[in-house]
């Protein structure tokens, strides 16, 4: 074990000592994949909502369906990909899922029925998605980064941002030129041009060539410094091991409630605020509002999280959402553009943190060596809590009129998960993991 902690030694060690640490590659290759996946998958859905419901006569809640039937989809999928990712890593998942992605958002375009779009959005373009995007990348980077993960994690995670920030506003401006459908065969493409080359910047772990966590050499790696990384690696808990503590499942649930606001308001602001008078421009534009403080608080997360007690962090990143969520809902019925804008803006610095502390804390709790199977088998809890979400608030609007009342109940899951994660213990005394294991 030791001897896999420190790296390979010799030649390969050597050659890695006079390279930029690959872990840097990485980061760059998780921030296209996010953007990407996510983009595809949650930011881009919204605009798509009135020009489909309208001209294929659905409801939107019929329109909704298809993405809580993803949510169960994600994550049944995730709990077979986080156990590959740990044994093989990520190259072969991505080259397969985005053949699947690419396939789905070009048969999008040709979208006549309801079953089309549910099977295509809501099941093969879900799938593609979970085996290019976050579980994969996030856990590939926590291999390769233990004392400055939350920043590695924090700047993939700016991919997701930069969705919102270019790819909602430039979606919907192709919809409203060219049309819908031509705007999914646009996002086909796209995805299929950056994922591609990304894929094969992937490596599973440091260990299988030549490097060791943080870009630290072996000589570092000997005197001390690399200390927490082989504790973390040595007292990793197993899947079986991680089911067994109220750690575990006080962190599903937790943030679990921390995410409601993400599949919520990327699907039902545009909509939400059109129904109150603004243009879809103006709603485009709230999207790349709370993506922008997204975009940039995250490094500030980053460091933050390395620094000071990221369970701390959470239960703040949680409030502030939640708080945002009150003045949004209030601001925009009063057609209060300031506190509108204001509201977006908490919302996106909320947002900003709440990937990369997710993956922090996982990491941090239970260790890296079995992390994507650990984090697998937290996905069909936490994204089933999600996943009837954004349909029940479509449900509450097609019978009320309003968002009203569901806005407001998810500013309240939000205000209790930050209650949860502040409570939340570390694991009980971890077991040493056996060589064999």
């Known amino acids: 074990m030791a001897r896999e902690i420190?790296?390979?030694?010799?030649?390969?060690?050597?050659?890695?000592?006079?390279?930029?640490?690959?872990?840097?590659?990485?980061?760059?290759?998780a921030f296209v994949a996010q953007f990407v996946a996510v983009g595809s998958q949650n930011y881009v859905v919204g605009a798509f909502l009135k020009p489909m419901t309208t001209e294929l006569?659905?409801?939107?809640?019929?329109?909704?369906?298809?993405?809580?039937l993803a949510q169960?989809?994600?994550?049944?999928?995730?709990?077979?990909?986080?156990?590959?990712?740990?044994?093989?890593?990520?190259?072969?998942?991505?080259?397969?899922?985005?053949?699947?992605?690419?396939?789905?958002?070009?048969?999008?375009?040709?979208?006549?029925?309801?079953?089309?779009?549910i099977v295509l959005n809501g099941l093969i373009l879900t799938i593609g998605a979970a085996m290019i995007g976050n579980l994969v990348v996030n856990v590939t980077l926590?291999?390769?980064?233990?004392?400055?993960?939350?920043?590695?994690?924090?700047?993939?995670?700016?991919?997701?941002?930069?969705?919102?920030?270019?790819?909602?506003?430039?979606?919907?401006?192709?919809?409203?030129?060219?049309?819908?459908?031509?705007?999914?065969?646009?996002?086909?493409?796209?995805?299929?041009?950056?994922?591609?080359?990304?894929?094969?910047?992937?490596?599973?772990?440091?260990?299988?060539?030549?490097w060791n966590p943080d870009g630290r050499s072996n000589e570092q790696m000997a005197s001390g410094m690399g200390d927490r990384a082989r504790a973390e690696y040595a007292m990793s808990m197993t899947r079986k091991q991680a089911v067994r503590t109220a750690t575990f499942y006080m962190l599903v649930i937790g943030f679990g409630?921390?995410?409601?606001?993400?599949?919520?308001?990327?699907?039902?602001?545009?909509?939400?605020?059109?129904?109150?008078?603004?243009?879809?421009?103006?709603?485009?534009?709230?999207?790349?509002?709370?993506?922008i403080p997204a975009l940039l608080s995250k490094p500030i997360w980053g460091y933050a999280m390395d620094h000071w007690d990221p369970k701390k962090l959470a239960s703040a990143g949680a409030l502030l959402t939640g708080t945002s969520m009150v003045i949004i809902t209030a601001s925009v019925n009063a057609n209060a553009d300031l506190l509108v804008y204001f509201g977006f803006f908490?919302?996106?610095?909320?947002?900003?943190?709440?990937?990369?502390?997710?993956?922090?804390?996982?990491?941090?709790?239970?260790?890296?060596?079995?992390?994507?199977?650990?984090?697998?088998?937290?996905l069909p809890f936490a994204l089933i809590l999600g996943a009837g979400s954004p349909l029940l608030v479509s449900i509450y609007f097609d019978h009320v009129g309003n968002y009203n009342g569901a806005f407001f109940t998810v500013a309240c899951l939000n205000i209790a998960a930050a209650a949860m994660l502040l409570l939340i213990p570390k694991p009980g005394e971890r077991m040493q993991v056996p060589e064999a294991a």
């Open 346 to 378: 908490l919302l996106g610095c909320g947002w900003g943190g709440m990937i990369p502390l997710q993956e922090v804390i996982w990491a941090s709790y239970f260790g890296r060596r079995y992390l994507g199977s650990v984090r697998s088998a937290g």
């Open 72 to 117: 169960v989809i994600m994550a049944f999928t995730g709990f077979f990909i986080g156990a590959h990712v740990d044994r093989r890593g990520g190259r072969q998942l991505m080259l397969i899922g985005i053949v699947l992605l690419a396939t789905a958002l070009y048969g999008l375009s040709f979208t006549q029925e309801l079953w089309q779009w």
């Open 6 to 29: 420190a790296g390979a030694t010799g030649a390969s060690a050597e050659r890695a000592s006079r390279g930029i640490f690959y872990g840097y590659w990485l980061i760059g290759a």
């Open 142 to 210: 926590s291999k390769w980064f233990v004392e400055r993960r939350g920043w590695a994690v924090s700047m993939a995670s700016m991919g997701v941002s930069m969705a919102g920030v270019a790819l909602t506003p430039a979606i919907t401006e192709v919809i409203d030129n060219w049309g819908w459908r031509a705007a999914w065969r646009v996002l086909a493409i796209g995805a299929a041009a950056l994922i591609v080359p990304t894929a094969f910047f992937m490596r599973r772990a440091p260990e299988d060539y030549g």
């Open 57 to 68: 006569d659905w409801t939107r809640s019929e329109f909704t369906l298809s993405r809580t």
């Open 257 to 291: 409630m921390f995410g409601v606001t993400i599949g919520v308001m990327l699907l039902q602001t545009i909509p939400f605020m059109t129904d109150a008078g603004y243009s879809r421009a103006t709603a485009s534009l709230m999207i790349t509002m709370s993506s």
